[in-house]
């Protein structure tokens, strides 16, 4: 089923009062080590062997929660640069984008943003000085720019990986380097698959609430940490992950905006579930069911990415030469 594009007219009738950035919440621990290691675990057999087995298993594993493990208090600097990568208020972030038209370049459900993170920001800049709405607002968030930043460095690891296998150079570091880039890549497309990573609505319902969805603060935790960790075992979403085919990721920026697209369209789903007593202690067949597949989409989408930027990485590409 095809869904409808969020409007402008939908976000001005539905902005929260408060205008701050969201917190850096994720998938608790299991959740990200899960997205990780069951990406990794069903690559296909022409990625190479060190990434899909053993060590690099267990270092996708545990690269999944890393992110958030940047959040200390003693590191305020470091949290306060990074925090903003793991989420979008999709609902915020249309006002920086332009209307378009179905199949036409980079359009995804009506709207393009632009590619590069300057440029959204300079759009965002430009965006509030026309919506008086979003005055004090902090930062609608840059998950799919970290998501595209990281990808590239994977797809050129991945190249420079080619090239010392083809002189039969020693490939070690190259491959520390490449867990590194795509266990960091994994933390960010595992957010994107959380549908309150992908709105205003991010830890309790805010604004008009006909429907009495939960106003309290815990929604978050309770739904992707404390429900994920009880209830949830990797060998229910390892089956929803074998089942789907590798995909070569042609247009990367299109596929991971419509992935977050999709998300933010669950927002409501999600809160009809908690509302439902889905995420509360064993919850309910279809809030455990929905949970599966939410990770099991983060889980494909990260080994998509990472397939992509292999097959990629042999594209022919012209070498920087330094400024012209």
């Not at 296909?44 to 493990?69: C, H, I, K, Q, S």
Request: charged share 20%; aromatic share 12%.
């Amino acid at each position: 089923m095809k869904l409808a594009p969020i409007t402008r007219a939908f976000v001005a009738s539905t902005l929260i009062a408060v205008f701050t950035t969201q917190p850096a919440f994720a998938w608790g621990r299991d959740g990200h080590m899960m997205v990780n290691r069951l990406a990794a675990q069903y690559l296909p057999a022409d990625v190479p062997y060190f990434l899909r087995n053993g060590n690099g298993l267990d270092t996708m594993e545990w690269m999944g929660p890393e992110p958030d493990r940047w959040k200390g208090r003693n590191e305020p600097e470091l949290n306060a640069a990074q925090s903003a990568d793991h989420f979008l208020d999709y609902e915020y972030a249309i006002f920086a984008a332009k209307p378009c038209a179905e199949g036409t370049v980079d359009c995804v459900a009506g709207y393009k943003f632009p590619r590069k993170r300057y440029d959204f920001l300079r759009d965002i800049a430009a965006a509030q000085a026309t919506h008086p709405e979003l005055k004090y607002l902090d930062t609608p968030g840059f998950n799919p720019w970290q998501v595209e930043e990281v990808w590239q460095r994977l797809k050129t690891d991945f190249r420079e990986y080619r090239h010392a296998v083809a002189a039969s150079q020693n490939t070690a570091p190259i491959q520390n380097a490449i867990l590194f880039d795509a266990g960091w890549l994994g933390h960010y497309v595992g957010d994107g698959s959380q549908p309150l990573h992908m709105t205003i609505q991010y830890n309790g319902w805010t604004g008009p609430n006909p429907n009495g969805y939960s106003t309290s603060h815990d929604v978050h935790a309770k739904f992707e940490a404390i429900y994920v960790t009880a209830n949830i075992k990797s060998t229910d979403v390892a089956t929803l992950v074998a089942a789907s085919t590798p995909t070569d990721i042609t247009n990367e920026w299109v596929q991971y905006m419509t992935y977050l697209h999709d998300s933010n369209m669950l927002v409501e789903k999600t809160y009809q579930l908690e509302k439902a007593g889905a995420f509360t202690n064993a919850g309910t067949p279809e809030g455990k069911a929905f949970v599966q597949a939410r990770l099991a989409a983060g889980a494909i989408e990260l080994r998509d990415l990472i397939y992509s930027a292999w097959l990629h990485s042999a594209d022919p590409v012209e070498e920087y030469k330094g400024p012209q």
